[in-house]
């Protein structure tokens, strides 16, 4: 989920999700990062609204709490 | 002392004026006095009760005229009002509250007599009375009782309220419950007001709601953990929190978005089999279902 | 809930809650106190354990919304 | 917890949540204040709307319900 | 939540969780580092099981059926 | 299954949920594939909102939870 | 979800999940292919038991239908 969580981070500090920002983040973290992933993950993410999906999130918890 | 009172002390036989004098001195010396009601309570019982205030409260009991002429002397005026019937002076520097929450602890029941008036319901609880058949269960049935004989035994068949508060005791009725051994009465000390550093309490100020208190410190706790986990501030016992919401945020991004990453994947090929049944419900023709969704 | 909050701080820090503890960390925080509800504050405390019903509190998170 | 239950206190009595206060409350309750949380709390609290922040559930485990 | 964030790439990635490698990430990530919270959050980790509070968000799984 | 799949890999492209595209989708996954299946797909999803179908899928993630 | 729902339809005729066959269903289905997502999504399904995925999903028939 490191890539997720990298993409998480840009999207609080409002930098640009892109492939070289996401590298410096898991770079930084001292991950062993994989190209092919972090252009699939931008590819994934190029249409969502992060904030919205992350909103949504908080708005099950009566769910997980089920789990 | 004020212009009034000096007045008042000069008409005072000098016995009586040395046991004011006695009493406002002591009232004097504690932040907090009050007036408790003595009724009901045998003077042996009180003597008692004065031991086991001992380093708690100060008790003491004087003609009402001269306790209320204490009361004055020692700046209790509030207090004069609530000295009424046999009632006592009571002087502590103990919070009150936990004063009150004391005394209240410490009463004790107490049979009822005749001509009294009932201070709550008074019922006869279901239950075998111990009493052999006789004609006990004729006066028991008088004063309004289920009871019969069963078991070679007088028997209550269910809790009987036998008296509504605020209504007499019967000859009758005090004969029964003195068999039955029921103790209707609270007897104690009954805190009627207390002025503490100045401000008057009545018994309904000083009855806290302990389950409201608590139910408060669960609504605090509960806020500021809301805070603590809204604002992102990590505390030890906020964080595991924290750590499950940022990890179900990039859970639910993940699979919002599709994201190809080995941790989704069992819910993301769930969630598309749930997407697909879903669809598969809006379908009406049998034929156009996968067999393993046809009914 | 200002006189409930100084004493889960006093809890939480090991003082004892009592009127003079209450009043110095309300003074602190510029409460006009009145020492009436410290009294009843105090007096009811002694019959909570307040540990048990803070983490009651955290064990049903939402019931907090209610507060 | 305590340095945040001193935030909510300071927040009721209208006061302001600021370094100093925040230390003065938490000596009053004879806390040993650590500069660098009376720090975070007043970073982590800057934007944030303390009484929605509040009542605002906070049941987060149950995010994994990923919506 | 970026710091939070930031703690959980390190935590997958393998490396410790201290105040560097946060800063260090979260540097990476464009982030406005307070070293107080940075501070704040460590301290807080020190005696928490991540891994656990981790898979205990995750274990609503069935959930995921969402969205 | 794999025709409904097939339905829903169109839907979300944009194309037409029609005979000659799910043939081609289901051809190219190697499925040997019967035209009155597809035949009866197209004509059951005439009248269908995909779109609002799957995302009911999403709105009851709790129930699934219990799963 | 598209990559999803491809792969699925390979697991379903049997075919082997691999980046050929993806992009072959996916092209067919008008998908302007990822070749990234597609490298991705093979890696990441290397280790998962998609029949058993689904029919955890399948063992919340209700919810899955979306109630």
Chains 1, 3, 4, 5, 6, 7 share one sequence.
């Not at chain 2, 389950?211 to 964080?239: C, K």
């Amino acid at each position: 989920m490191e890539y997720v969580y990298a993409a998480l981070i840009l999207n609080e500090s409002g930098e640009e999700i892109n492939e070289d920002n996401l590298t410096d983040v898991l770079d930084a973290a001292g991950v062993d990062v994989e190209e092919s992933r972090v252009k699939a993950l931008v590819a994934a993410l190029e249409d969502v609204d992060i904030d919205e999906a992350v909103s949504e999130a908080a708005a099950a918890p009566a769910a997980a709490a089920g789990g | 002392m004020s212009a009034q009172a000096e007045r008042k002390t000069e008409n005072l036989p000098q016995w009586k004026q040395e046991e004011v004098d006695e009493l406002s001195e002591l009232l004097g010396e504690y932040e907090s006095v009050g007036i408790v009601g003595l009724t009901g309570i045998p003077s042996k019982q009180l003597q008692d009760m004065r031991r086991d205030l001992h380093g708690t409260a100060e008790l003491r009991v004087s003609r009402n005229t001269l306790q209320i002429r204490a009361l004055e002397e020692a700046g209790y005026e509030d207090l004069v009002s609530h000295v009424e019937g046999h009632v006592g002076l009571i002087a502590t520097n103990d919070n009150p509250f936990a004063l009150y929450k004391e005394l209240e602890a410490s009463k004790t029941p107490a049979p009822i007599n005749e001509g009294e008036v009932a201070p709550n319901d008074i019922v006869i609880p279901e239950g075998d009375t111990g009493v052999d058949p006789g004609p006990f269960v004729g006066e028991l049935q008088g004063v309004g009782a289920n009871a019969r004989i069963e078991d070679g035994s007088i028997q209550v068949m269910e809790d009987s309220t036998v008296l509504e508060a605020g209504e007499e005791v019967s000859v009758d009725l005090a004969n029964v419950l003195n068999e039955l051994g029921i103790e209707p009465k609270e007897v104690g000390l009954d805190l009627r007001a207390v002025v503490a550093e100045g401000v008057l309490f009545d018994p309904e100020d000083l009855d806290i709601d302990v389950e409201a208190y608590r139910s408060d410190v669960e609504t605090a706790a509960a806020r500021a953990r809301n805070l603590a986990i809204n604002a992102e501030f990590p505390t030890e016992s906020t964080v595991p929190t924290l750590v499950a919401k940022a990890t179900g945020e990039a859970k639910s991004l993940g699979l919002q978005a599709a994201i190809e990453d080995e941790e989704l994947m069992p819910d993301l090929v769930t969630k598309a089999d749930a997407q697909l049944r879903a669809l598969a419900t809006q379908i009406d023709d049998e034929e156009a279902l996968p067999e393993e969704l046809q009914d």
